[in-house]
Nanobody
Framework: QVQLVESGGGMVQAGGSLRLSCVAS????????MGWYRRVSGDQRELVAI????????KYTDSVKGRFTISEDSAKNTVYLQMNSLKPEDTDVYYC???????????????WGQGTQVTVSS
């Protein structure tokens, strides 16, 4: 079993900051990437930021570039999202995801957290 548990969501005024954390635990052999998504509409989610374990490279959606920073502690299988200069339009449920391999030789698959609410008031 693999579990992803997010923390750090909450309510903040526009211009403020929040730091999200997500810990992946359980039977994990190898993590390929970890990232954050947010809900767009219905069941659709958009990629907010992702970090590739092997290279440390990162990718962000355009709307958060320069404001959000993704980082990780690979030893703890923990990913962070530092969100600065928050805007009301950043209000959403943020989901942590990890692409990982549980058992050597198995294919990788995506795992998801339950989501954490971020609310930015104007």
């Amino acid at each position: 079993q693999v579990q992803l548990v997010e923390s750090g969501g909450g309510m903040v005024q526009a211009g403020g900051s929040l730091r999200l954390s997500c810990v992946a635990s359980g039977s994990i052999f190898k993590v390929n990437s970890m990232g954050w998504y947010r809900r767009v509409s219905g069941d659709q989610r958009e990629l907010v930021a992702i970090i590739i374990r092997s290279t440390g490279s990162t990718k962000y959606t355009d709307s958060v570039k320069g404001r959000f920073t993704i980082s990780e502690d690979s030893a703890k299988n923990t990913v962070y999202l530092q969100m600065n200069s928050l805007k009301p339009e950043d209000t959403d449920v943020y989901y942590c995801t990890a692409d990982l391999v549980r058992i050597p030789g198995d294919a990788s698959r995506d795992y998801w957290g339950q989501g954490t609410q971020v609310t930015v008031s104007s």
